[in-house]
């Protein structure tokens, strides 16, 4: 396998793994780098042609949880309604959870 | 982008926990490509259209600034997204109108509003569109309710003929398919609406006409997305035919003043068959005329159904996730939406209460000439008339022709206007309540009406003028009469001969029957869908559908 890596440009199980978690993340919300991104993938599959979007929702499980978000560098809340929270410290998001001052909404 | 920081003194109380996530992809329409997901945000439950589509403005407004040529926006056929839908419509730069000529007289054109979106110089069309599987899933839904009964001139199609097939040891269909059954199982949708099941039916008898004809023209229109093979302009006449013979129901229900909401498929199922039949055409006209180089149509791409999938393989990898995991997911998705896109194999048609069942990534048997070749405006034209024809065809083989659905009701006068001038005439134009539509008691009471118009007439002293007249009536209800046991004597008579028979009868009944059988398909005459029925083959259009030219649903199951 070294051998054939010498000559040719040889990825492994484990150097692609590697590989795809230094891919940049879906960004939180719907920001410029979202366009981005996409603009990016379409170039390397070198495709310029007709697209098509599409939309649907699924069923999620309530919860709020921190989320670090590696472009931006630093915790981010999400699981609630509306824009994402910049956590300042672990100590007040734990406060804020575990306080009763959040609401679930109820399906309706 | 800049975020508010949570602190202590953030405005927690009004914070809400997400309960759907709402995903956007994007998909490039070409055999082997995977999705790419624009972007995911959660949502509460409870949110209005208004709410809704700010995101998708941002998000198209986004692609059309970075020049990605959005050809559709595809959604499922809630309401909410249908309005979101019409949202994006009202916020177009220019509109043009596509027109297609009616082949009905008393019609007007059809227009189909093209709305574009974006500025100078890259200014781009979108065709709203709604997931075709899942119409096909709604159309044997509304076909299962036990609110509303789909109604044809001389016959209905309803559950229990289902039922009946499914319990057949030939059937096409499972049990699972009708009892304890799944209404989202997309395999049993594509096995009521197969070609097997129409050639079940076909066999068993004419009192199956109305489900088969259902079941033909609404499978047909999803076939027009999913088929891989045939030819745009084919695929255009199939969209065509399912739109006016939509028309012709909704024109018969309301002449015959059935209830559209008892006797019709719902406004919801309707609305949708609206949009992909219009949808396709728009499509077409896109990919013509304003995409570069005309690249092939492949319409099955072009829906939800790559979200579903996406949202499939998530609950693979956590089956109840949250948002979070979701985002610590996408790194896995991204090799199984490519893993699940390179190994796709066909899918399980014989599966049961299963759910859905992806096949966007089938790709066997396209025939990427037949999808590259664009009809021009006159071929569209064309494809309209014959639409319309075949429309017409099955809508008279179901009991109504289309001169007998566009004349004007003549309402003859009532039997008390000939002779008590003083008594007010029953209006029999007013409307009546649904339930006077189905009740027996109004016969009862016509009669008693007649009976005693007859008994004052008797009691009365009238002129020898008027006993003339009177005696004319007579004469004709008779010879009415007489017609029309002539005509059940022939109809019992054809009934007791079997199909494959025919050549050891009477050299006049043959005559008849050649003479019956030889008029073309388009029925005129009033009486001869009725008096058919027993005899009349199923219309050249399903037999070819079930035999020789199998679209790609039906060909699809290896039943």
């Known amino acids: 396998m070294r051998l054939i890596s010498e000559f040719f440009n040889k990825s492994f199980q484990f150097s692609l793994r590697i590989q795809r978690t230094r891919q940049p993340r879906l960004p939180i919300g719907i920001q410029e780098r979202t366009f981005q991104l996409i603009e990016d993938r379409l170039k390397l599959l070198d495709y310029d042609g007709p697209v098509a979007l599409s939309c649907d929702d699924t069923k999620l499980l309530p919860s709020f949880r921190p989320y670090y978000d590696h472009d931006l560098g630093g915790y981010y809340l999400v699981g609630h309604v509306g824009e994402p929270y910049q956590i300042a410290d672990i100590e007040t998001f734990r406060e804020v959870t575990t306080s009763h001052s959040l609401e679930k909404a109820t399906k309706v | ?559």
């Open chain 2, 1 to 559: 982008m800049t975020h508010e920081v949570l602190s202590q003194h953030s405005p927690c109380l009004l914070m809400h926990a997400l309960e759907q996530l709402r995903l956007w992809c994007l998909q490039v329409p070409l055999p082997k490509v995977a999705p790419l997901i624009v972007a995911a945000k959660g949502i509460p439950n409870d949110v209005s259209a208004d709410d809704l589509f700010p995101d998708l403005w941002h998000i198209v407004s986004g692609l059309i600034d970075r020049k990605i040529q959005v050809t559709s926006y595809a959604a499922d056929g809630s309401n909410v997204e249908r309005n979101v839908q019409r949202l994006l419509e009202q916020h177009a730069t220019k509109t043009i109108t596509i027109r297609i000529k009616h082949p009905s007289d008393g019609h007007p054109d059809i227009r189909i509003e093209l709305p574009f979106f974006g500025s100078h110089p890259f200014v781009i069309p979108i065709a709203n569109l709604q997931d075709s599987k899942h119409l096909l899933k709604t159309f044997r839904n509304n076909l299962y309710s036990g609110a509303r009964l789909l109604t044809f001139p001389n016959g209905v199609a309803m559950f229990s003929q289902v039922r009946e097939m499914a319990f057949d040891t030939e059937s096409p269909l499972f049990r699972r398919d009708v009892e304890k059954l799944d209404r989202q199982d997309d395999n049993a949708a594509t096995r009521l609406f197969c070609a097997a099941s129409l050639q079940w039916l076909e066999s068993r008898g004419p009192e199956f006409s109305a489900l088969v004809v259902y079941l033909f023209v609404f499978g047909d229109l999803i076939d027009a997305y999913q088929n891989r093979s045939i030819s745009i302009t084919e695929r255009i006449q199939i969209v065509l035919r399912a739109y006016f013979f939509l028309e012709m129901w909704e024109e018969f229900l309301l002449k015959a003043r059935y209830p559209k909401s008892k006797h019709f498929i719902s406004s919801q199922c309707a609305a949708i068959a609206h949009t992909l039949s219009m949808g396709f055409v728009k499509l077409v006209v896109i990919y013509r005329d304003h995409v570069e180089g005309s690249p092939p149509l492949l319409p099955w791409l072009l829906c939800t159904e790559v979200i579903e999938h996406v949202f499939g393989l998530c609950r693979q990898i956590v089956k109840d996730f949250t948002e979070k995991d979701f985002r610590d997911m996408e790194p896995k998705l991204f090799i199984k939406i490519r893993q699940a896109i390179f190994t796709a194999h066909a899918t399980d048609g014989k599966a049961r209460a299963s759910g859905y069942s992806h096949t966007y990534t089938d790709g066997r048997g396209i025939n990427m000439t037949a999808l590259s070749l664009y009809p021009t405006n006159r071929d569209i034209d064309e494809a309209a008339v014959r639409a319309y024809g075949e429309a017409e065809s099955l809508f008279g083989f179901l009991g109504v022709s289309s001169r007998e659905l566009h004349a004007s009701s003549t309402i003859l006068p009532g039997i008390q206007s000939w002779v008590l001038d003083d008594h007010s005439v029953p209006d029999l134009v007013e409307d009546t309540n649904d339930s006077d539509l189905l009740c027996d008691e109004e016969d009862e009471s016509d009669y008693d009406d007649y009976q005693a118009v007859i008994d004052s007439l008797e009691d009365s002293s009238i002129g020898i003028s008027q006993q003339k007249k009177l005696n004319r009536y007579r004469y004709a209800t008779i010879a009415l009469s007489v017609d029309e046991q002539m005509e059940m004597c022939v109809k019992s008579f054809l009934m007791t001969l079997d199909s494959d028979d025919i050549h050891p009868i009477e050299p006049s009944s043959q005559n008849l029957i050649t003479t019956i059988t030889s008029r073309p398909f388009r029925m005129t005459q009033p009486a001869l869908p009725k008096f058919l029925h027993n005899r009349f083959p199923l219309p050249t259009l399903i037999n070819q559908a079930i035999r020789s030219n199998l679209p790609y649903l039906m060909s699809r199951l290896s039943i």
